[in-house]
């Protein structure tokens, strides 16, 4: 059974950085596909950050040069490095992932059901 915790959500001013985790047990063996995706009140839920077999990652536009996202296998965790934060930053933050192929281990939208394993979200909030 797969199980994601993240943590390292806050208030932040603008400009400030932040440094979310991902505890993530239950994948052994294989490749998989992990990602940070964030939904704001009132707007869909949309990709941030992808990475695959630990070192093929992908980003939104939105976040690329801010963000790195990377992952440390052998403690099983996963990292969203932000920097440079703005207000449209904000919103609720969730790890996911899945035995999802190289392909589709991006943050397009379109290949969100790909993912099968969800935590539970931890909330960022910059201020301007």
């Known amino acids: 059974q797969v199980d994601l915790q993240e943590s390292g959500g806050g208030s932040v001013q603008a400009g400030g950085s932040l440094r979310l985790s991902c505890a993530a047990s239950?994948?052994?063996?294989?490749?998989?596909?992990m990602g940070w995706f964030r939904q704001a009140p009132g707007k869909e839920r949309e990709g941030v950050a992808t990475?695959?077999?630990?070192?093929?990652?992908d980003y939104a536009d939105s976040v690329k040069g801010r963000f790195t996202i990377s992952q440390d296998n052998a403690k099983n965790m996963v990292y969203l490095q932000m920097s440079s934060l703005n207000p449209e930053d904000s919103g609720m933050y969730y790890c996911?992932?899945?035995?999802?192929?190289?392909?589709?281990?991006?943050?397009?939208?379109?290949?969100?059901?790909?993912?099968?394993?969800w935590g539970q979200g931890t909330q960022v909030t910059v201020s301007s």
């Open positions: 239950g994948y052994r063996g294989g490749t998989y596909c």
């Open positions: 996911a992932g899945g035995w999802v192929t190289s392909p589709f281990c991006v943050t397009d939208s379109a290949h969100m059901s790909r993912f099968a394993h």
């Open positions: 990475i695959y077999s630990g070192d093929v990652t």
